[in-house]
Nanobody, 125 residues
Framework: QLQLVESGGGSVQPGGSLRLSCAVS????????IGWFRQAPGKEREGVAC????????NFAGSAKGRFTISRDNAKNTVSLQMNALEPDDTAVYYC??????????????????WGQGTQVTVSS
């Protein structure tokens, strides 16, 4: 029902910034909460941030609080993740995903019905 495509990944030095974008297409994307996840080599996929269908509610994982912001533009069907003060531990493949619910329920992987292909973020000196 939905298709998601991430973009904006790249390589930056510690302390730098990146802005990721998730383009959502299909039927009624405004009805789905969108979450950002990341997965580093050898580690489990973990939640980063989530935004509700209307963009009126946001949630951040502990490691992202104070450094990352999430927003969405439903007129353009995009969700953005602004990442500041990046650290080497932020290195991972970042995915956006659509929850079947309108609200951000958390970061249980099985709650998210649609996933993008991911975009690589590398933070190193």
């Amino acid at each position: 029902q939905l298709q998601l495509v991430e973009s904006g990944g790249g390589s930056v030095q510690p302390g730098g910034s990146l802005r990721l974008s998730c383009a959502v297409s299909g039927f009624g994307p405004e009805h789905f909460a969108i979450g950002w996840f990341r997965q580093a080599p050898g580690k489990e996929r973990e939640g980063v941030a989530c935004i509700s269908g209307r963009g009126d509610s946001r949630n951040f994982a502990g490691s992202a609080k104070g450094r990352f912001t999430i927003s969405r533009d439903n007129a353009k069907n995009t969700v953005s993740l602004q990442m500041n003060a990046l650290e080497p531990d932020d290195t991972a493949v970042y995915y956006c995903a659509a929850d079947g619910d309108y609200h951000c329920r958390g970061y249980i992987l099985s709650d998210y019905d649609y996933w993008g292909q991911g975009t690589q973020v590398t933070v190193s000196s």
